[in-house]
């Protein structure tokens, strides 16, 4: 019984709109030393907090909460695709676990993931199928979205659950922090685009997915050159952020509406929340020392960029 934990900003755009060499270099190498820190720990289950972005979960049915017992990545802007490698008797326990520590969570058997699951899984353990994932998607970017408080009670019991297990859990976070991409918004759409946020985005046609893309794109060059062009990046609220998780003062969040996060560093800095729950899981292990801070604002991403690993003060490598 041990765990680990890292947190890691996701950006679609790598590749497509990339900062200075030596900034990729910098990044290059925060997640070569994290996925080196990985390596030894040698898990042998990962639960991976993640988001969506209206790939897998749309306006027909949208949970706060959902745990996968299996699931595919779609494989968009050139992430890895195909199924993950869910084992499902454990998923079943973890929710089960879940819904009677008193946190209400949905579950799916056919869970569809982008690129906020199948990055991290690529860049942090070198692909979908190279260690056992429970995929535990939070909903961040489809109003009405749950609080700090909730993100952080879902990430305990799920912390809880994990240190009844005789294994070495690796707990990972997928996304934030300041950003505002060009997400749609149900009540600014039209007609057709409100559709696809109901449901029928999710066997997009191919060139709808390019045309997509290209409005990321083409949004992340213009933000490079009019910071003011979407939300501006908020470093300064992105470094307290990551203070409150070294200092494990994750329920000093629980006061801050979702309104004022999105006023104060984007509507899609609610990611955040992945990074709560799994320093809130870590938690259920005791006291915990963090490592490999990072953070640099990386307008080419339209990201506050960071990075954070952690691992109990009892564990001996």
Partial sequence: MSA????????????????????????DGVIAEARERIARFDPELVVLFGPDHYNGFFYDVMPAFCIGMAADAIGDFNTAAGPLDVPKTLAESCAQ????????????????????????????????HKCPVIPVF????????????????????????????????????SGGLSHQ???????????????????????????????????????????????YSLHPLNPTWDQQFLDTLQQARMSDLDSLGNDALSALAGKSTHEVKTWVAAFAALSAFGPYRTE?????????????????????????P
Avoid at 7 to 14: E, G, Y
Avoid at 97 to 116: F, I, P, W
Avoid at 295 to 303: D, G
């Fill in 138 to 173: 939070i909903n961040c970017v489809a109003v009405p979205l749950p609080g700090f408080k909730r993100a952080r009670l879902l990430g305990e019991a799920i912390g809880q659950w994990a240190k009844s297990l005789d294994k070495r859990v690796l707990f990972l976070a």
């Fill in 97 to 128: 676990a879940v819904l009677e520590a008193g946190v209400d969570t949905a579950v799916s058997y056919r869970m569809q993931v982008d690129h906020g699951f199948a990055q991290p899984l690529e860049l942090l353990l070198g692909g979908l």
């Fill in 4 to 27: 680990y934990l890292h947190c890691l900003s996701h950006t679609p755009l790598v590749g497509y709109v990339d900062p200075e060499p030596h900034v990729l270099v910098e990044v």
């Fill in 181 to 227: 991409p060009p997400v749609p918004e149900l009540a600014k759409v039209d007609a057709r685009m409100a559709d696809r946020l109901m449901g029928s985005g999710r066997q997009l046609p191919a060139d709808e997915r390019q045309a997509r893309q290209n409005r990321v794109i083409q949004a992340a060059r213009v933000f490079v050159e009019d910071p």
């Fill in 292 to 316: 490999g801070r990072y953070y640099r604002p990386i307008p080419e991403w339209i990201a506050g960029f960071g990075a954070l690993g952690a691992q109990p003060l009892n564990h001996h």
